[in-house]
């Protein structure tokens, strides 16, 4: 303690000397209690880490610091329609789904781990006569209808793709409870209606691709809608028949 505040604390009133303590700053010696210096230190600190972090993706900071709103680092990607601002088929601004699905020909963009957009070209009947030179099994055709569906698919990664199946992850579905029909394997080969066998090749950024696959679909249950992705990766496309 220095001269001056042994000469104060004589001298003063008990609530003056205390407002001139206070004053001194720097040059008070007393120890401050570590309990409080602790606590109210933690609380702006945190306070304003989280008022960083919610003005880095647009939220805001909430009580006890913690950040709340905004988008994330990694903000899941959602299925969205490509120039059409209205949704599927039935109109709305819902999400695109079994419940407002995109017309048949109408382009969607995924956005999930392999950016594209996507446009069903064709659905087209087939016969049995027309898919034996993919020598499938009895068993594999036995009741089935193939039909031969032909999708263009455009690179919106950014980056060149290098032999991307993209109807691997196409599928036919008989009513919007199935879980879909997943392209028939054919094993590289071709045929006039349908060039399953035809290898991808490098498709650049921007650039658009048509591939074909066949479908095998039980009888008397025609295809009602056309899906694309996975739920794995983010909500898939889904689009109408007829």
Request: aromatic share 6%; hydrophobic share 40%; glycine share 14%.
């Amino acid at each position: 303690m220095t001269n001056t505040q042994k000469v104060l604390r004589a001298g003063l009133p008990v609530a003056a000397l205390a407002m001139l303590l206070t004053a001194c700053g720097p040059d008070n010696a007393d120890p401050a209690d570590p309990a409080a210096a602790g606590a109210g230190g933690a609380g702006t600190t945190a306070t304003a880490a989280a008022s960083s972090a919610a003005a880095a993706t647009g939220g805001t900071a909430g009580t006890g610091g913690a950040a709340t709103g905004g988008t994330g680092a990694n903000p899941a990607p959602t299925a969205t329609t490509s120039g059409n601002p209205i949704g599927g088929a039935s109109g709305g601004s819902g999400k695109v789904g079994f419940a407002n699905p995109l017309a048949l020909t109408a382009t969607g963009s995924y956005q999930g781990k392999t950016k594209a957009d996507v446009t069903p070209v064709s659905v087209v009947k087939g016969t049995a006569a027309e898919i034996a030179p993919f020598n499938f099994k009895p068993a594999e055709v036995e009741g089935k209808t193939p039909y031969y569906v032909t999708v263009s698919f455009t690179n919106r990664t950014g980056a060149p793709l290098t032999d991307e199946y993209f109807m691997m992850r196409f599928k036919v579905n008989t009513d919007a409870k199935a879980s879909g029909i997943l392209p028939a394997p054919v094993v590289m080969k071709s045929i006039p209606q349908c060039d399953a066998g035809k290898k991808p090749g490098t498709l650049p950024d921007g650039q658009a691709q048509q591939q074909c696959a066949v479908y095998l679909v039980p009888n008397g249950t025609p295809p009602q809608f056309l899906t694309f992705g996975s739920v794995l990766d983010t909500e898939p496309l889904v689009w109408k028949v007829g």
